[in-house]
């Protein structure tokens, strides 16, 4: 009986945003410091250790992204500086054409910058990198290539969903329509042969020459036919984004169904933070993933503005909810401690022992997104 009144009065609490940003500010402080001269910059740590990555990694993006959330949302002007220092060393990036995850490592960095700033170079960086990703659109396919390796024809994942606001971005800002009508035929290719009856997402589809599918499998998730908790959370995220910038119902319904599928999991845990995918094995043990978190309530806080009242007030208690826990001990790190990183308990890519139970850069970014869209609200 205590224990559930102890669980009744921490839901009725509003999430400790405040307690979040101070402990954020405190560890983005000391990770620049640490890498100020370094040409890599920290992906993730776990057992005393950091995977580090290099400017053409699809995460590069996120570290400085994260600077220029907190700058944004403190006024610290110590954090513009490190800011502006971080998102320089991604100046080739803009130009890369072999990568599809522009929008990764553009939006969170040039972009931002150029929303905090206004500083033109930033707003020919999200241009420049606009142009680099349409690049590898395949007009027979109606779809952008995702990956330049493996065993598939020519794969496209569900996280290239998230590429598309760097070409509506740009296309808004030039006028130049080619961009918007790519990102448009990606977005309703990926909805006709992505998504499943349930709308839960595969996580690669490959495609023949000719437009038909190659085949539909996983290399992130448990299986081929399970539901990586991550991926789910790239398709709430993005078709939110698609119906932003166009204003298509089709996008707007494909999100709310996604929605749907991941409110109404009956093995959540109670505290909103998925396992890593939702069919994963060894539940209620098995790792969660805190960065899949993130996205959910970051989509969530936006898609609760462009529905009704009374479903947005659903999308937003939900989000609300996983914030709060977010903002708890169990996932935000004391300062000082977690590599200086944000929030704990992520999972990269299990199938690979790969960042499992992690620190991870995207996780403190979609958390920092969220934190803002809440307070905004």
């Known amino acids: 009986m205590c224990g559930a009144l102890a669980c ?34 920290p992906r993730s740590y776990g057992d005393g250790k950091y995977l ?28 513009d500086s ?6 320089a060393k991604l100046a080739a990036v803009p130009a890369m054409k072999h990568t599809h995850d522009l929008g990764f490592m553009v939006m969170p960095s040039f972009a931002l910058e150029y929303a905090v700033t206004g500083d033109a170079m930033a707003k020919e960086a999200v241009i420049e990198a606009a142009h680099s990703l349409a690049g590898r659109f395949n007009d027979s396919i109606g779809l952008i290539r995702s990956w330049d390796f493996g065993k598939w024809n020519y794969p496209v994942i569900i996280d290239n969903m998230m590429n598309l606001e760097l070409l509506f971005t ?11 009508e790519i990102a448009m035929s990606h977005a309703d290719r990926t ?21 038909t599918v190659e085949s539909k499998t996983t290399w992130q998730g448990f ?3 399970s539901r990586w908790a991550r991926g789910q959370a790239w398709g709430l995220y993005g078709y939110t984004v698609c119906y932003r910038f166009t204003g298509e119902r089709r996008y707007l319904e494909q999100a709310n169904k ?40 970051s989509a969530l806080l936006e898609l609760q503005g462009m529905v009704e009242p009374s479903l947005g007030a659903g999308y937003r208690s939900y ?35 790969s960042e499992i139970d992690d620190a991870i850069c995207y996780a403190d970014y979609y958390f920092l997104e969220a934190i803002q869209r809440y307070r905004s609200l």
């Not at 994963?280 to 098995?286: E, I, L, Q, T």
């Open 8 to 41: 009744t009065s921490q839901k009725n609490e509003a999430p400790d945003i405040a307690g979040a940003l101070e402990t954020a500010t405190i560890q983005l402080k000391a990770a620049a410091a640490a890498w100020w001269d370094s040409d890599t910059f």
């Open 52 to 79: 580090e990555m290099t400017m053409d990694d699809w995460t590069s993006g996120f570290y400085p992204g994260s600077l220029w959330l907190d700058r944004k949302m403190t006024g610290d002007e110590v954090l």
């Open 82 to 87: 490190l800011a502006r220092h971080y998102t």
């Open 170 to 180: 740009a296309a808004d800002w030039t006028g130049e329509k080619r961009l918007r």
């Open 191 to 211: 909805m006709e042969n992505h998504f499943r009856e349930d709308y839960s997402s595969w996580h690669v589809v490959s495609y023949n020459d000719d437009g």
């Open 223 to 225: 299986s081929d036919d």
């Open 258 to 297: 996604i929605a749907g599928l991941i409110i109404g999991l009956p093995d959540m845990p109670e505290d909103k933070i998925p396992y890593w995918d939702y069919d994963a094995p060894g539940k209620p043990d098995a790792p969660r993933d805190a960065s899949a978190a993130a996205v959910t309530a």
């Open 319 to 353: 989000a609300e909810d996983i914030l709060r826990s977010l903002c708890s001990e169990q996932y935000l790190a004391s300062p000082g401690t977690n590599g200086d990183f944000i929030l704990k308990h992520s999972t990269g890519a299990a199938p690979f022992n």
